[in-house]
């Protein structure tokens, strides 16, 4: 596996004017590995919009090591980074604590009667989307604190990004960013989440989660 970063070019609207909504960011991700293209097999692309200390970067896990020429197709010339997420991966174990930071798209399922399928609907408060965190939480081997215990982890941000289909349709998904510490209850189920990525819309820059070992483990 691998961790990509570039520094979007947000300065250069020349450059950028494409990046408008989240199809766009999502073409660039696919565009970033012509092999993959070339020979017909397109895997998955865990990515999101990273802001830090007032720059954006666009974070990228994948398989495959990405081209680095398209992936500085909107990016700051000299600022790719790409380095192997195997060694920190290999390094997780059960009890670890670590800290986190995830971009998801927290929704839930709304029955309606006569209809076997439910609708899918976001989380609209906070506190709904920090359980929608908690419930996941659970089953894909980590732990964070209660829904209202913001000592552990919190929404750092939420909005509204555009989704444009190819059909005209257009569509607000809910982002909202989650950071934290969380403590490793089953180290592979863990490593899945962090390759397979968390909830919903993954090919639109949802359900990356980035981990850091805490310096102290308190």
């Not at 990405?66 to 197709?73: A, F, G, T, V």
């Not at 709904?128 to 659970?138: P, T």
Request: net charge positive; proline share 3%.
């Amino acid at each position: 596996m691998y961790l990509s970063r570039v520094e979007i070019d947000v300065a250069n609207r020349q450059k950028t004017k494409d990046l408008t909504q989240l199809s766009a960011f999502h073409n660039w991700v696919e565009q970033s590995f012509p092999d993959e293209i070339n020979n017909g097999k397109k895997l998955r692309h865990l990515w999101r919009i990273d802001q830090l200390q007032g720059k954006k970067y666009l974070l990228l896990l994948s398989e495959n090591m990405p081209d680095k020429r398209q992936l500085l197709r909107y990016g700051v010339h000299d600022t790719v980074m790409i380095k192997s997420y195997d060694r920190l991966l290999n390094s997780i174990k059960q009890g670890q604590l670590l800290q986190f930071r995830l971009t998801a798209n927290p929704t839930h399922t709304v029955l309606q009667p006569g209809i076997k399928q439910g609708r899918v609907v976001p989380h609209i408060t906070i506190d709904y989307q920090r359980k929608w965190l908690i419930e996941r939480s659970q089953k894909l081997g980590f732990q964070l604190g209660t829904t209202t215990d913001k000592s552990t982890f919190d929404i750092v941000s939420r909005d509204w990004p555009l989704l444009s289909y190819k059909s005209g349709r257009r569509l607000r998904l809910s982002r909202v960013t989650f950071e934290g510490r969380l403590r490793v209850e089953d180290a592979d189920q863990f490593k899945q989440a962090l390759i397979n990525g968390i909830g919903r819309e993954k090919a639109f820059g949802m359900g990356l989660m980035t981990v850091i070992p805490r310096i102290n483990n308190d």
